[in-house]
């Protein structure tokens, strides 16, 4: 690579995030002090990349213009990615502090690119000229998703409107920060201490010691409960205390609102009713400047649904479907709340969670902790494997590459005639300086090179689960939750999605320019392995007798899976409609107050069963779209859902004649039509090859139980 061939200073020389160049990363070998002087370099190495791509001289053209640009920014990306993967899987107080020091540099310079109006004039007359002919398919697929986003990044606005539009941006980010740091400030914030253990029962053993250990952290007696999600739910969930349930829960919908309770000194404001205006005040003005008729539409320019009202028309059908299922449900619970909890004087909001968990265990009790005695990590990983083996023509073997900790594993996929298609990591432990949750992120992609080489794709594939533990001083077999196994298919169908791409322009290979409310299929898909009797019947063998899953635990399984669906449905649903209407329909900048609250109550009443509690505020701590990037974008969970379980259906309607979900000609066919392709063409394209028509909301209203 030629960011490397001339490094010539002692920090550059042997430095391992400029050796590995295009190759396998030494992960093991890269030490705090490599990083400033390693991307120091890259980046001034990316910078005159950027000023020679602008310079009047350089063609616009893709071999000087697009090529040298990507060479250099990949260079520079990569190593970054190296260097931000390990400080969330290795983290330790040198590397963070050497990476949080080069964060700011790096993030000007990625952001800087999409604000460079020279570089914009270049592919404008790149797209203008008669070279934009001369490219392939997928190149111009990059070149016209780049133009889009100089656009959406305000490059052909006036000199008199941009400062304005800068202003915006910076005034959103800092109004989105401090959003999030209110709800945050808030959830800790509160705490309520139990005195007296009689106020426990139904809790279980573990939310009982979390409780006592959070008191003893803040010198308190008793048990402490805060209004984080691990120290709240369970009380929802468990507790026969009904004052402790109501107080949590007024405590917790409450939060960074006006009536939250720890504002009772008059001294604290973390209250975000306003923040909500004016951040959709901004939103608005800048969806105007930018031509578009309100926020919800400028959110579209990018993603696979194509117009305002039909993302609404969408999620008010979808709606519809559900209310019936949902009346089900709450009926149920109201029943089973009277008749066998004695909460005679009706079902409160606060009683919901408590009364669901306790219909589940009368109805489908069954042992979380029997079941994941049946699910081994080796056991389920090489069921996994076989499983993508079976469906997509490649094969999976072991690869040894060098990683960053011993519990890591590497893979190569290989295609039938056994060429090496792409390499993945699989870390899947938890453990000290590790960050929580699952992932898939890329740490290359595939790459036609100008030698006509093809750099193949390689992925991290990151879970948490628990690692394996000694019993009579031997160290068992590693055992996952059913819950695990969905994560882990989840992600590794993120994985697929970016190593099976047969892409060659980078900018559009594997999961490069998917339209995010996509994005998810290719996960979601893989779910649904998880609840296939086929599939778990060879993915499954108990720790100790080694025989696989009980048919009947598999059916209880099953029966649970959706239990209360139809309420947790339409509680998505109204949840998006919110955010599509205030988005869309709703004029922030004529309205003051509870207006946000007001638009909430008002579709809750429409479309819920149940309308929304006068106290709650939840949409004060909607963090997703007023912190979280999912502004007019909620939506795209159900609408990943009904792609993905429609994709699905494909397999089940070729079960039915070949008698196997696992059906290897539906299995190409998706390989070819979806994740082959990436983000090189539009996702409603992609789908209707695969399905042979428009995607339908119906298998997954029948797999969720709606139907
Ligand atoms: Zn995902």
């Given at each position: 690579m030629t960011t490397s061939s001339n490094p010539t200073s002692p920090q550059l020389q042997n430095n391992p995030l400029l050796a590995f160049g295009r190759g396998i990363a030494l992960y093991s070998e890269v030490k705090p002090e490599h990083i400033a002087p390693a991307i120091e370099y890259l980046l001034k190495h990316a910078q005159d990349a950027v000023n020679k791509a602008t310079d009047p001289h350089t063609t616009s053209n893709w071999d000087e213009l697009v090529e040298p640009l990507e060479d250099a920014t990949e260079a520079l990306g990569r190593s970054w990615g190296v260097i931000s993967?390990?400080?969330?899987?290795?983290?330790?107080?040198?590397?963070?502090?050497?990476?949080?020091?080069?964060?700011?540099?790096?993030?000007?310079?990625?952001?800087g690119l999409g604000q460079n109006l020279a570089l914009y004039q270049k592919f404008k007359e790149l797209n203008t000229s008669s070279?934009?002919?001369?490219?392939?398919?997928?190149?111009?697929?990059?070149?016209?998703?780049?133009?889009?986003?100089?656009?959406?990044?305000?490059?052909?606005?006036?000199?008199?409107?941009?400062?304005?539009?800068?202003q915006i941006q910076d005034e959103q980010a800092i109004l989105g920060k401090t959003f999030s740091d209110h709800v945050l400030d808030a959830t800790d914030g509160f705490v309520h201490l139990v005195t007296n253990s009689e106020d426990l029962a139904g809790l279980p053993e573990d939310a009982i010691a979390a409780a006592a250990d959070t008191a003893k952290q803040k010198n308190l007696q008793g048990w402490a409960f805060t209004l984080h999600f691990p120290s709240y739910y369970p009380v929802m969930q468990y507790s026969e205390n009904r004052d402790l349930r109501r107080l949590m829960y007024q405590a917790y919908v409450t939060r960074s609102s006006e009536l939250a309770p720890q504002y009772a000194d008059g001294k604290l404001d973390w209250d975000n009713t306003h923040n909500m205006l004016d951040q959709l005040c901004l939103r608005d003005e800048e969806a105007k400047m930018l031509g578009f008729s309100n926020y919800a539409a400028?959110?579209?320019?990018?993603?696979?649904?194509?117009?305002?009202?039909?993302?609404?028309?969408?999620?008010?059908?979808?709606?519809?479907?559900a209310k019936p299922f949902a009346q089900k449900d709450w009926q149920e619970l109201c029943d089973f709340a009277n008749a066998k909890l004695g909460l005679t004087d009706g079902l409160q909001p606060w009683d919901t969670a408590y009364a669901a968990e306790r219909l589940k265990q009368a109805r489908y009790s069954f042992s979380e902790n029997e079941l994941k005695q049946y699910f081994p990590l080796p056991k389920v990983l090489d069921g996994l494997f076989q499983l993508i083996q079976t469906l997509f023509g490649v094969k999976i073997e072991a690869a040894n590459l060098p990683t960053w900790h011993a519990d890591v594993q590497s893979f190569a996929v290989k295609d039938l005639t056994g060429e090496i298609r792409a390499y993945f990591y699989l870390d899947p432990y938890a453990r000290p300086g590790k960050?929580?949750?699952?992932?898939?992120?890329?740490?290359?992609?595939?790459?036609?090179?100008?030698?006509?080489?093809?750099?193949?794709?390689?992925?991290?594939?990151?879970?948490?689960?628990?690692?394996?533990?000694?019993?009579?001083g031997i160290l068992r077999q590693p055992t996952i939750t059913h819950d695990d196994v969905i994560t882990l298919f989840h992600e590794s169908g993120h994985g697929l999605h970016h190593l099976l791409t047969q892409v060659g322009a980078l900018g559009v290979s594997g999961i490069n320019g998917v339209e995010w409310d996509a994005v998810e299929l290719p996960s979601q898909f893989m779910e649904n392995f998880c609840w296939e009797w086929e599939v778990l019947e060879k993915m499954t063998a108990h720790v100790v007798t080694e025989k696989p899953l009980p048919r009947e635990l598999f059916e209880k399984m099953l029966a649970a899976k959706n239990f209360q669906n139809g309420l947790a449905t339409l509680r998505q649903i109204v949840m998006s409609l919110t955010d599509w209407r205030l988005h869309s329909s709703f004029d922030a900048t004529q309205s003051s107050g509870q207006a946000v609250l007001d638009v909430s109550r008002k579709i809750a009443a429409e479309y819920s069963i149940i309308s929304q509690p006068e106290i709650s505020r939840w949409i004060n701590s909607f963090s997703h779209i007023?912190?979280?990037?999912?502004?007019?974008?909620?939506?795209?969970?159900?609408?990943?859902?009904?792609?993905?379980?429609?994709?699905?259906?494909?397999?089940?309607?070729?079960?039915?004649?070949?008698?196997?979900?696992?059906?290897?000609?539906?299995?190409?066919?998706?390989?070819?039509?979806?994740?082959?392709?990436?983000?090189?063409?539009?996702?409603?394209?992609?789908?209707?090859?695969?399905?042979?028509?428009?995607?339908?909301?119906?298998?997954?209203l029948r797999h969720g139980g709606l139907s």
């Open positions: 993967h390990l400080n969330s899987v290795a983290d330790t107080p040198e590397l963070r502090a050497a990476y949080g020091a080069m964060l700011p540099e790096v993030t000007a310079f990625f952001s070279e934009f002919e001369k490219l392939n398919h997928d190149q111009k697929k990059v070149i016209t998703n780049s133009l889009r986003d100089f656009r959406l990044g305000g490059a052909e606005l006036s000199d008199q409107e941009k400062p304005r539009f800068a400028l959110s579209l320019a990018p993603k696979m649904a194509n117009k305002v009202d039909e993302v609404d028309l969408f999620l008010t059908n979808f709606a519809i479907k960050r929580g949750g699952a992932w898939m992120d890329d740490a290359r992609g595939r790459r036609e090179l100008p030698n006509g080489e093809i750099q193949v794709p390689i992925a991290y594939l990151v879970c948490n689960f628990a690692p394996p533990i000694k019993v009579d007023f912190a979280g990037g999912y502004a007019a974008g909620y939506y795209s969970y159900k609408w990943a859902e009904v792609l993905s379980a429609d994709a699905y259906a494909a397999f089940e309607e070729a079960a039915e004649l070949s008698g196997s979900i696992l059906d290897t000609k539906t299995g190409i066919r998706y390989r070819e039509e979806i994740l082959e392709v990436g983000g090189s063409r539009p996702a409603a394209e992609s789908f209707k090859a695969f399905r042979g028509r428009e995607p339908s909301i119906d298998a997954l």
